[in-house]
T-cell receptor, first 113, second 109 residues
Framework: AAGVIQSPRHLIKEKRETATLKCYPI?????VYWYQQGPGQDPQFLIS???????DKGSIPDRFSAQQFSDYHSELNMSSLELGDSALYFC????????????FGQGTRLTVV | KQEVTQIPAALSVPEGENLVLNCSFT??????LQWFRQDPGKGLTSLLL?????REQTSGRLNASLDKSSGRSTLYIAASQPGDSATYLC????????FGAGTTVTVRA
């Protein structure tokens, strides 16, 4: 079965650079979520999209932005990177409704040096 | 704001022993609860989803119960194996998930 695909799997950037993370949800899933997991921490919700519209926003820095495209893939853009942005970034997708299961991608490990 | 707590933070058991992992949440107005497994530096694998209207859910050696009124869920793993060693996280929804810090399980051969 198709899963959530994230790219790249690993990314190394320097401080003040920009990074773009991509997420391809499971086909027919209409909701995408982004999470950030710092070292030794639990995943923290960043932002979500339902049918290509932003549906909720968590503790996402103003330096970060995201969007969902017409083919439902999503991109998380991170600018002016800081050392503290080093983390595992997960994308998850689900199909409408309150009780549906969220499926997570393998994550993108971002290291800022 | 929903707060999710998992106890214990770490657990080490000999192979074959049953595992009991606890999850508690402060806001009982949840729609569902998911249990995930995470291997070091890896992604989150969904193990079980319990709807708010359900009391328990089973998959193979895994059984999860939900007591919404008391804000608790328990994940039971029967006859543990070394391959069960991982971090187990619970998360409550709907929509954006609020995660616990996880229980790191080590099953000794």
């Amino acid at each position: 079965a198709a899963g959530v695909i994230q790219s790249p799997r690993h990314l190394i950037k320097e401080k003040r650079e920009t990074a773009t993370l991509k997420c391809y949800p499971i086909p027919r899933h209409d909701t995408v979520y982004w999470y950030q997991q710092g070292p030794g921490q639990d995943p923290q919700f960043l932002i979500s999209f339902y049918e290509k519209m932003q549906s909720d926003k968590g503790s996402i820095p103003d330096r970060f932005s995201a969007q969902q495209f017409s083919d439902y893939h999503s991109e998380l853009n991170m600018s002016s990177l800081e050392l503290g942005d080093s983390a595992l970034y997960f994308c998850a997708s689900s199909y409408q409704g309150e009780n549906t299961e969220a499926f997570f991608g393998q994550g993108t490990r971002l290291t800022v040096v | 704001k929903q707060e999710v707590t998992q106890i214990p933070a770490a657990l080490s058991v000999p192979e074959g022993e049953n595992l009991v992992l606890n999850c508690s949440f402060t806001d009982s107005a949840i729609y569902n609860l998911q249990w995930f497994r995470q291997d070091p530096g890896k992604g989150l694998t969904s193990l079980l989803l319990i709807q708010s209207s359900q009391r328990e859910q089973t998959s193979g050696r895994l059984n999860a119960s939900l007591d919404k009124s008391s804000g608790r869920s328990t994940l039971y793993i029967a006859a543990s194996q070394p391959g069960d060693s991982a971090t187990y996280l619970c998360a409550v929804g709907p929509y954006k998930l609020s995660f616990g810090a996880g229980t790191t399980v080590t099953v000794r051969a």
